[in-house]
């Protein structure tokens, strides 16, 4: 059981450059989201989706685009990459039901924008 | 609006000891309460989550916590402190069904 994998581990950018994340999880779960981590700041939402086709923005959204076609898949989008976007970006999932349940994480994409 | 804070940064102790990660969070409803760990280069595991009920929750690797109302936290226990145990911890808060909100981070050293 593979549970959330994210793509790629590593990724080098220049400025303006474009790229997507792509995080995949297994779970059938219904709640995906998009974290980055900064240190010192905890973890930071950027982006989630409650179900296939649906998306909303987080508390750190300006910069980045999200797509859930599949139910399974939710993709993170840089459009043109900045240095402040250099971050360690955390996909999680979570099953559909009440408040008590644990998000999963996924190992995480170390991105640095030079 | 949910919030938490983990006011050390850092935390040392001795193997063998006694170890405890403080949390605290701001809630206008009933909380629900996370801890994680993050190891390096790995995402954050769960450990243990309170709903209701019974303050001390027990959870993953003889790792408990202590809810307690009145002094809104939720600081994370462990008995006896192993090297093992070092990382980084993450105290979390859910208000209703809404997103989770992340503390900074707390670094626990255990040293031999």
């Known amino acids: 059981n593979a549970g959330v994998t994210q793509t790629p581990k590593f990724r080098v950018l220049k400025t303006g450059q474009s790229m997507t994340l792509l995080c995949a999880q297994d779970?059938?779960?219904?709640?995906m989201y998009w974290y980055r981590q900064d240190p010192g700041m905890g973890l930071r939402l950027i982006h989630y989706?409650?179900?296939?086709?649906?998306?909303a923005k987080g508390e750190v959204p300006d910069g980045y685009n999200v797509s859930r076609l599949k139910k399974q898949n939710f993709l993170l989008g840089l459009e043109s990459a900045a240095p402040s976007q250099t971050s360690v970006y955390f996909c999680?999932?979570?099953?559909?039901?009440?408040?008590?349940?644990?998000?999963?994480f996924g190992d995480g994409t170390r991105l640095s924008i030079l | 609006a949910q919030s938490v804070a983990q006011p050390e940064d850092q935390v040392n102790v001795a193997e063998g000891n006694p170890l405890t990660v403080k949390c605290t969070y701001s809630?206008?409803?009933?909380?629900?309460l996370f801890w994680y760990v993050q190891y390096p280069n790995r995402g954050l595991q769960f450990l243990l989550k309170?709903?209701?009920?019974?303050?001390l929750v027990k959870g993953s690797y003889g790792f408990e916590a202590e809810f307690n109302k009145s002094q809104t936290s939720f600081h994370l226990k462990k008995p006896s402190a192993l090297v093992s145990d070092s990382a980084l911890y993450f105290c979390?808060?859910?208000?209703?069904?809404?997103?989770?909100?992340f503390g900074a981070g707390t670094r626990l050293t255990v040293k031999p």
């Open positions: 999680a999932s979570r099953p559909l039901g009440g408040p008590d349940q644990p998000q999963h």
């Open positions: 979390a808060v859910r208000e209703y069904n809404n997103d989770m909100r």
């Open positions: 309170y709903i209701t009920g019974d303050n």
């Open positions: 809630v206008s409803g009933n909380p629900y």
């Open positions: 779970m059938n779960h219904e709640y």
């Open positions: 989706s409650v179900g296939e086709g649906t998306t």
